[in-house]
């Protein structure tokens, strides 16, 4: 660290070897939350001249400061690394390189405690935005897959067992109303967390007049997080509730990758990927392996993986602890992996190809089984007796009616009647 630390009272000299170990990656993780963390610098610096600490000149020349940073980070000409202890440094070392003492200024009635909370929190905001925006793609591209192969059989399957004829537009359309379920609980995740911590200090308010409410405002904020306290201790629970969202939508990512690795195999054959979405075996010259697929079912298990470590370092008693420090790594980890995988599954979807033939030629006789018994049942048969002659005779089973079983099943939701109209309603209604 070639900057001394902001927090250095003319002491004897740090340790080297012990600050290493306190930044940990910490300075490298803060890149992530920079741009967010300049931006409540000019929310805050805009609110000390409100509170009358700044004047407007020291105001504006901070404010141009953050605002020439924010162009360097952006272009890739400002990246932390160990010369600081974090970012939070990092900002107060450009400003007072630059303007000397109003640079020095610029911390007054703030505390790192409650810049990292609202840079995270400014931070949580832009990823569930993505999450939002990647989740309806995922419902669009699976509604338009469902609309293309609507009545295309395929068999349907419970336990893995061959069960009742299905088609490919119920197997996609499961996956839009998934998905747009998943949109709704980000953005209602969004506005859960869209509360302003700024100004709660180290936990405890400070002694100064601060406009919290024109700093939460200025930040696009709903409201203020009231309690200085509540504010340091919701540090990693805002996190877990972000991820919490992005498992939701992993876990589905996870099961249709599931089903089409199952579906993608010669023994099924329903579905064949692209040449780009497969790799090759490095000694088996036969073998292309759905390589993507796979990795995009183990990344719910990152995701996952980083919720227990959330969960881990969140039992601590009330207010700041450097512990809280530890939440960082594990949501940043989560949410960049979490949200690239997202990413790809529209194209993934969009370019599927099912095999028709394979798909018709796997529903058996048996599996008219259900449709028979139901049809008894209708005709006026108790559906225990129904059920049980119609077991007596599965071996005798010949005739496939696929098209008319799927057309029969009329009530909304079924294979027959899957609501699309409504479903796209309910799409464009979030949009
Ligand atoms: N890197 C620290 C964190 O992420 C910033 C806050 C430091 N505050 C402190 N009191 N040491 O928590």
């Keep these: 660290m070639s900057e001394r630390p902001i927090w250095d ?16 990656d910490d300075v490298r993780l803060d890149q992530h939350l920079l741009r967010s963390d300049i931006r409540a610098s000019t929310a805050h610096v805009n609110g000390l001249r409100r509170a009358g600490i700044l004047d407007g000149k020291e105001s504006a020349a901070l404010a141009a400061a953050l605002n020439e940073l924010e162009g360097l980070v952006s272009a890739g000409q400002f990246v932390l690394d160990d010369r600081y202890e974090d970012g939070h440094s990092a900002i107060e070392a450009f400003l007072t390189q630059k303007l000397g003492d109003v640079g020095r200024k610029v911390h007054a009635g703030r505390s790192r405690n409650d810049q990292v909370l609202v840079a995270t929190r400014l931070y949580l905001r832009d990823q569930l935005d993505r999450l939002v925006s990647t989740s309806l793609s995922i419902a669009e591209a699976f509604l338009v897959r469902a609309a293309a192969d609507e009545r295309t059989p395929m068999p349907g399957y419970t336990h893995l067992q061959r069960a009742v004829p299905s088609t490919v537009g119920l197997w996609c359309a499961a996956f839009t109303e998934s998905f747009i379920d998943i949109t709704i609980l980000a953005r209602s995740t969004r506005e859960w967390i869209n509360t302003c911590p700024l100004g709660t200090a180290a936990g405890f308010g400070v002694n100064l007049d601060l406009d919290r409410q024109g700093v939460s405002d200025e930040l696009g904020f709903a409201q203020v997080q009231m309690n200085a306290m509540y504010a340091q201790n919701s540090r990693g629970r805002f996190e877990m509730a972000a991820l919490h969202a992005l498992h939701h939508a992993l876990l589905e990512v996870r099961r249709f990758a599931w089903d089409l690795s199952l579906f993608a195999t010669e023994e099924f054959g329903f579905v064949r990927l692209p040449d780009r979405f497969t790799t090759g075996s490095s000694i088996m010259p036969n073998k292309r392996n759905p390589d993507v697929v796979e990795l995009l079912r183990a990344s719910c298990a990152v995701v996952e993986g980083a919720m227990a ?91 496939l009616p696929i098209d008319e079983s799927i057309a029969n099943r009329t009530s909304l939701g079924g294979a027959g009647n899957l609501g699309l109209e409504q479903l796209r309603r309910r799409l464009a209604g979030l949009r």
């Design 9 to 24: 009272k003319g002491g004897g000299a740090a340790d080297e070897r012990l600050m290493r170990f306190l930044a940990g």
């Design 309 to 399: 470590e959330l969960a881990a370092v969140l039992g601590l008693p009330s207010g700041y602890h450097r512990d809280l420090q530890a939440t960082k790594e594990p949501m940043i980890r989560a949410l960049s992996r979490g949200l690239k995988a997202l990413d790809i599954v529209p194209d993934l979807v969009a370019s599927m190809e099912f095999d028709r033939e394979r798909m018709r030629a796997a529903i058996t006789p048996a599996m008219f089984a259900t449709d028979r018994a139901i049809e008894l049942a209708a005709q006026g048969v108790p559906f225990r007796e129904a059920y049980r002659n119609v077991a007596r005779e599965i071996e005798a089973m010949r005739d």
